[in-house]
């Protein structure tokens, strides 16, 4: 038990950083303690400091001003103390990835001075709660997101610790192994009486933990439990109908757009609102003409509320784009039909066929390992299809793919940025990439560092930059060219809630514009953006129609009304299930 019977104590602790001319500061003033035997959820926006108070925790870091207490140990001078009696999983895990599965264990074995003695019943221990019991032998870099997660989690825990760190561990991961890696540390909790410290992106997820510390620019803006965060919005939340001649997407738009509005978003069937006060909303101007109904508040609402408060200007989300028209809307722009892609004998992809129209937003979903990055390499042209046609802005892909990148925008999981290289450098080569040069390209950079709020950071490598500055920066390459299509894997994960709406407003507003978007995502909330969406398991798809549609075809008795997330894993159990049989 640690300082006042507390796992973790912070004592007016500063830490600033240097970032090349620039000081950051990154921790100020911060005042917090972690209960033992529980877990706490750690959130806030891209650079509020969670990293960094997650690796002075661990002792990897030290204090400028203030104390940190870990165990009843000082952090600064007992670093190597507290670093044996923790177990820390930081965001980018270092699984060794020629390494199989046993043999990344016993690595971190022999680095966490496990005596061989006592492995065999600890490893089967651990192989048993992760599910990877069948995959010892299998080389780490040939799991799927979910399992090379849960791997990483198996190695942090290979000598039990009495406190567990953990970094945003279910980046990436999709539902299902989500559902599975907090059955873990749930179970780690209770069998182990294990105190965890978690840092999340996901709210509901947060929301699951005994307490939340609520972070901001450094500091601290709300710790305590998550069911009372929101009460003192009471009056302020309501569920409005979309009317019959709109969709959800944009009336969510209009919504945001509104002055008295702190947050718009999609929610099943009708948008959520959440007002800047409690008002009657029978005189409120935004809600005249609209069937709607007060909502009780909730946990993600307080957080939306809670920064939107700390930003100082209102902030431009809007992207003004001119997209490059061919052809009518509602023409199919992208055609597959039974496209394939095999590796050896292993069919990553089978008999896939939908298409998408212009101007639609197009969800491709599915667990890891489902064949949905697979799929969207072979949309991009950048990796040949083994069987099938593949037809993008009217180009057959196996024939010229060169043709067809032209007319195509694309931004990575990882944003595909040159972290070396400052924020216009970046704009400068992909301009230059995309063939733009002269009077053209200068506009278009302007265009890009004003739209999407980048002037600030023009100097700053794009390594330094915060993950929502990245996603903003990846973008901006992306659009540089002025595409009619363009492809999004998985383009907010890791990203905190507020840069997500961000950026939907953004895509939005591409989509309003005739821009045809195709997105991947794990974020099953933001599958209710997409006008239709596929989900797929095993290189197949599972289902194919508007978020309407596969919410009904999940709909039963234990669910009769079923979120988004609710359909994904009945599909995919249903799969798994069948395939069993």
């Known amino acids: 038990m640690g300082e006042g019977g507390y796992a973790i104590t912070f004592a007016r602790v500063d830490k600033c950083f240097s970032v ?5 500061e990154a921790l100020r003033g911060v005042d917090l303690t972690v209960r033992p035997g529980v877990v706490t959820g ?6 509020a400091g969670k990293t960094t108070l997650m690796r002075l925790a661990a002792g990897l870091l030290r204090a400028d001003a203030g104390r940190v207490s870990v165990l009843g140990l000082d952090a600064d001078h007992d670093a190597l103390q507290v670093q044996s009696a923790i177990g820390y999983m930081p965001q980018r895990f270092g699984l060794y990835e020629d390494l199989s599965v046993q043999e990344n264990l016993d690595l971190y074995a022999d680095l966490q001075g496990v005596p061989p003695a006592q492995r065999a ?11 990877l019991g069948p995959f010892t032998r299998r080389l780490a870099g040939h799991l799927s997101g979910g399992m090379k997660q849960k791997l990483g989690l198996a190695c942090t825990l290979v000598r039990a610790p009495r406190l567990l760190l953990l970094d945003e561990p279910t980046v990436g991961v999709d539902p299902v192994s989500r559902r599975e890696l907090w059955a873990i540390v749930y179970r780690l909790v209770q069998d182990e009486r294990m105190s965890v410290l ?3 992106a996901y709210l509901d997820e947060a929301e699951r933990c005994a307490e939340v510390i609520l972070m901001h620019e450094g500091q601290v803006l709300s710790h305590g439990e998550p069911a009372g965060f929101g009460r003192y919005l ?3 939340t309501f569920a409005v109908e979309v009317p019959p001649d709109s969709s959800k997407r944009a009336l969510q738009t209009r919504l945001s757009e509104r002055a008295g509005v702190i947050d718009a978003v999609i929610q099943k069937e009708h948008v959520r609102l959440v007002l800047a006060e409690a008002i009657d909303p029978a005189t409120f101007d935004v809600l005249h003409g609209l069937d709607y109904r007060p909502v009780e508040p909730r946990f993600e609402d307080h957080f939306i509320a809670s920064l939107r408060k700390q930003q100082s200007g209102g902030g ?3 992207t003004e784009v001119h997209a490059s028209r061919h052809g009518d809307d509602g023409e199919a722009v992208i055609k597959v039909e039974r496209l394939q892609r095999r590796f050896g004998d292993f069919y990553a992809v089978k008999d896939v066929s939908f298409d998408v129209h212009r101007g639609e937003v197009f969800g491709l979903l599915g667990a890891n390992g489902a064949g949905k990055s697979t799929t969207f390499r072979m949309l991009c042209g950048l990796l040949p299809a083994s069987g099938g046609q593949l037809r993008v802005a009217g180009v057959d892909l196996r024939r010229a793919a060169a043709a067809a990148r032209q007319r195509i925008g694309y931004m990575s999981q990882k944003f595909s940025l040159y972290g070396s290289l400052s924020v216009t450098q970046n704009l400068e080569f992909f301009a230059s990439a995309y063939g733009l040069s002269g009077m053209r390209r200068g506009e278009r950079i302007a265009w890009a560092l004003e739209t999407f709020e980048l002037t600030g950071q023009q100097q700053a490598a794009s390594a330094d930059l915060p993950l929502g500055y990245k996603q903003r920066l990846a973008l901006a390459c992306a659009l540089m060219h002025e595409p009619d299509i363009l492809f999004l894997d998985e383009p907010t994960s890791g990203v905190d809630p507020l840069a997500r709406r ?4 953004r895509i939005n507003a591409l989509a309003e514009a005739g821009v045809t978007v195709l ?11 997409c006008d239709r969406l596929a989900i797929m398991a095993a290189g197949e798809i599972l289902s194919l129609g508007t978020p309407t549609e596969v919410k009904a075809a999940a709909r039963s008795a234990q669910t009769p009304d079923p979120s988004m997330e609710d359909a994904f894993i009945a599909l995919i159990e249903q799969h798994a299930a069948e395939a069993a049989a």
């Open 519 to 529: 997105v991947t995502t794990h974020f099953m909330e933001e599958a209710e953006y």
């Open 42 to 47: 750690l959130i806030g926006p891209d650079g």
């Open 502 to 505: 961000e950026f939907w407003h």
């Open 234 to 236: 009471a009056g302020r």
């Open 316 to 318: 431009g989300n809007g």
């Open 121 to 131: 019943a600890r490893y089967a221990e651990l192989m048993h709660m992760t599910g």
């Open 198 to 200: 978690l840092s999340t």
């Open 20 to 24: 090349g001319p620039r000081r950051v």
